[in-house]
């Protein structure tokens, strides 16, 4: 059995790869982007708190010093904030440098002065940072030489440029790892399709017609079952191919047989007894036989076909199931006279089920042919229909005395084209479907049925069937 393989357009399929790849890198890139900038801004504003927090401190520090030291001290003092790139003066109430003591420092601060007397008057206070000029700024009023304003200042281009390197850093750490994410993403995504590649590989194999072939489990749960799962697939398959040529192989010789007989009896009554009414009669019964036994054989194969698709709808009626059983039993008395049969009846009367008769029927008679064809040499077979003890439901028994079937034999003999390879007598001819469409027919019913067996002790096949009052016939 080979299957067609699909034709597939290419172009408009993308790899595995490059779509987990894509929305890795996509949804790594957002992360990256959202982090640096949630950090660059939070470190932004930190370096300006910080500023801020620095130069008010200094505030304190330059007034506490300038209490226990003199003016040499301070003005060295006051140096030492350079280091740190804050520039800090003692200036008049006229915008001169007082401290520190350095000839480099004669800028006058007369401007800034006026616009620090400004502030004071409109807001008050004693102490006042503010922003001005590209430059942060902190004064406050001191009690030296009669009254002088301190003076911080610090230059909001170290804080820009901080940033700016900041900047760079992010940029070239965000661009590492972006790619650390491909690579990543690059590896998960080659361990995630090898997985897909090899089941679609084996796959291929399998739909060549390779049915040996396995589907390896792979380290991912979703993986591992439907590799699993088309193992049960394979396995199935695979039965299916061979019950088939069994099947062919019996359908073969049994459609064989009566189109052999069929034709010798068509010349015969051509060549020899055309002119004899009995010996005519006679072959004519013969290909008739013949003839019904090829309808048999085909009505089976059609039979599955339809069930299985459903073409064949259930019409359910109330009926006497215990004379429709016992009329399906005189079918049989054919074997019982001409080759000693023996059918044990052990029935109930008057009880009445609901369900297809046609298809129960259908069902009868392929369990009660089985059990005469796979029988002991005692050649009988035992029947039964007994209403249970609240009166709810009727079971059917169809016991035989043969072989038995082994144990992990029983889940197989209601598949299709599952014939037991054990020799055996066959006064009722088939081709090995008649349990399948036992199964199907009383699957479409929703009832219960089985088979209990043992090596050596015969099987004995049940239905379950509800019981229903005589009256009650609902559509």
Request: proline share 2%.
């Amino acid at each position: 059995m080979k299957f067609k393989k699909p034709q597939i357009k290419l172009k408009s399929l993308k790899s595995i790869n490059y779509v987990l790849m894509k929305y890795f890198i996509l949804l790594a890139s957002l992360l990256i982007l959202l982090v640096e900038v949630i950090f660059f801004m939070v470190v932004s504003s930190s370096l300006e708190s910080h500023a801020r927090n620095r130069l008010t401190g200094i505030g304190g520090e330059v007034a506490t010093f300038m209490t226990a030291n003199d003016d040499f001290a301070v003005s060295g003092y006051l140096r030492r904030y350079r280091q740190e790139g804050i520039n800090v003066v003692v200036l008049s109430q006229g915008g001169e440098v007082l401290l520190p003591f350095d000839d480099s420092l004669n800028e006058n601060y007369a401007d800034e002065i006026s616009y620090i007397k400004e502030q004071f008057k409109d807001f008050g206070g004693s102490s006042l940072l503010y922003s001005k000029n590209n430059s942060l700024n902190y004064v406050s009023v001191i009690d030296y030489h009669g009254g002088s304003y301190l003076f911080a200042n610090y230059s909001l281009k170290i804080i820009n440029g901080t940033r700016n390197i900041l900047l760079v850093y992010f940029i070239l750490v965000g661009i590492f790892v972006l790619l650390a994410a491909a690579l990543f993403s690059y590896s998960v995504s080659q361990r995630l399709s090898s997985g897909i590649k090899n089941l679609s590989a084996t796959a291929e194999r399998f739909s060549k017609g390779d049915f040996n072939v396995n589907f390896t489990n792979s380290e991912y749960k979703e993986l591992a079952v439907l590799s699993d799962t088309l193992n049960s697939v394979r396995d199935e398959v695979k039965k299916s191919d061979s019950f088939q040529r069994e099947l062919l192989a019996n359908v073969s010789h049994d459609l064989k047989t009566p189109l052999t007989m069929i034709k010798a009896y068509a010349s015969m009554i051509r060549e020899i007894s055309g002119d004899n009414p009995q010996k005519r009669d006679k072959h004519l019964q013969v290909i008739i036989d013949e003839a019904d036994r090829l309808t048999g054989l085909v009505n089976d194969v059609l039979n599955v076909s339809k069930l299985t698709s459903g073409i064949n709808e259930i019409n359910c009626k109330v009926f006497n199931f215990t004379e429709f059983l016992y009329g399906i039993i005189n079918k049989f008395e054919y074997l019982q006279e001409t080759q000693g049969y023996k059918i044990m009846v052990d029935v109930d009367a008057n009880l009445y089920t609901r369900a297809d008769e046609e298809k129960i029927g259908q069902v009868i008679y392929n369990l009660l042919g089985n059990a005469v064809n796979y029988t002991g040499e005692d050649k009988t077979v035992f029947i039964s229909l007994k209403s249970s003890l609240d009166g709810d439901r009727i079971k059917l028994k169809i016991r035989d005395t043969g072989k038995g079937i082994a144990k992990e034999d029983l889940p197989e003999i209601w598949n299709r084209y599952y014939r037991s390879r054990e020799t055996h007598s066959r006064p009722v001819k088939g081709t090995g479907l008649g349990l399948n469409i036992v199964k199907i027919i009383l699957q479409n019913h929703s009832f219960d049925f089985g088979v209990e067996s043992e090596l050596g002790n015969g099987s004995t096949f049940w239905v379950d069937f509800p019981s229903v009052p005589a009256e009650i016939d609902v559509e």
